[in-house]
């Protein structure tokens, strides 16, 4: 740890980053902190802002700087299948390394397991996180994938088949409108979760509601960590 504001893990440099992001106030009620993974392909603006509400609910957070992850992979020349324009960009982040890396944050942040909440891209490595980690209380999951368009190198198992492993709940937040996280996927994933005893909530978004700060509030008020 280089200051009281951030964790650094890794042994390359400058190392995976993890900026605290603390409660306007001291609060008497102890609360589990939450590891924060954004996208790295998608502008931060709406994750940060969700981010920082749970702060403003009494959570410590700890938000990843996904840009100090592993980097990412030459994008291979495919031809075209029909997969759609935004898997082609995610699939050259490798899934292994991003989780394994996120595990090295949790260790480091102090006492109490962690809920993890991700946004995006973000929101898958933070379900496959809770489904390889003991060391994680709850898994807030925004807007992300649960099955992938198909399986590489980099993506080598589909989210959903790992929840075997997972044992803290979850909570699905999804577009009304959300094209990545279809209804389809959704109500798979409840079947799924509840076949294996799993608690998971779904709370769906009305349209245009990632577009400001009280939005990001709503969101934050809905993460039942």
Same mark, same amino acid.
């Given at each position: 740890?280089?200051?009281?504001?951030?964790?650094?893990?890794?042994?390359?440099?400058?190392?995976?980053?993890?900026?605290?992001?603390?409660?306007?106030?001291?609060?008497?009620?102890?609360?589990?902190?939450?590891?924060?993974?954004?996208?790295?392909?998608?502008? !931060?603006?709406?994750?940060?802002?969700?981010?920082?509400?749970?702060?403003?609910?009494?959570?410590?957070?700890?938000?990843?700087?996904?840009?100090?992850?592993?980097?990412?992979?030459?994008?291979?020349?495919?031809?075209?299948?029909?997969?759609?324009?935004?898997?082609?960009?995610?699939?050259?982040?490798?899934?292994? !390394?991003?989780?394994?890396?996120?595990?090295?944050?949790?260790?480091?942040?102090? !006492?109490?397991?962690?809920?993890?909440?991700?946004?995006?891209?973000?929101?898958?490595?933070?379900?496959?996180?809770?489904?390889?980690?003991?060391?994680?209380?709850?898994?807030?999951?925004?807007?992300?994938?649960?099955?992938?368009?198909?399986?590489?190198?980099?993506?080598?198992?589909? !989210?959903?088949?790992?929840?075997?492993?997972?044992?803290?709940?979850?909570?699905?937040?999804?577009?009304?409108?959300?094209?990545?996280?279809?209804?389809?996927?959704?109500?798979?994933?409840?079947?799924?979760?509840?076949?294996?005893?799993?608690?998971?909530?779904?709370?769906?978004?009305?349209?245009?509601?990632?577009?400001?700060?009280?939005?990001?509030?709503?969101?934050?008020?809905?993460?039942?960590?």
């Amino acid at each position: 740890m280089e200051s009281d504001d951030w964790i650094v893990v890794g042994e390359g440099t400058p190392g995976l980053r993890g900026e605290w992001l603390l409660p306007p106030a001291p609060s008497n009620e102890i609360q589990p902190p939450v590891l924060f993974v954004r996208d790295p392909l998608a502008e !931060p603006t709406y994750a940060r802002a969700v981010a920082v509400a749970l702060a403003h609910h009494g959570r410590r957070v700890l938000w990843v700087d996904t840009d100090s992850m592993s980097p990412a992979e030459a994008a291979a020349d495919r031809a075209a299948d029909g997969t759609d324009e935004s898997w082609v960009g995610e699939e050259v982040y490798a899934d292994r !390394p991003a989780v394994r890396e996120l595990g090295l944050l949790v260790k480091e942040m102090g !006492p109490g397991r962690p809920a993890v909440v991700g946004v995006g891209m973000g929101a898958t490595w933070a379900l496959l996180l809770g489904c390889q980690s003991l060391g994680v209380s709850a898994v807030g999951w925004i807007q992300g994938r649960l099955v992938y368009p198909r399986l590489s190198a980099n993506k080598p198992v589909q !989210p959903l088949e790992m929840i075997l492993n997972l044992d803290v709940p979850v909570l699905l937040v999804v577009g009304q409108e959300d094209g990545v996280s279809s209804g389809e996927q959704v109500e798979l994933a409840r079947d799924r979760f509840a076949a294996f005893g799993i608690e998971v909530e779904v709370e769906r978004l009305p349209p245009g509601s990632d577009a400001d700060a009280q939005s990001a509030s709503r969101v934050a008020a809905r993460l039942h960590l």
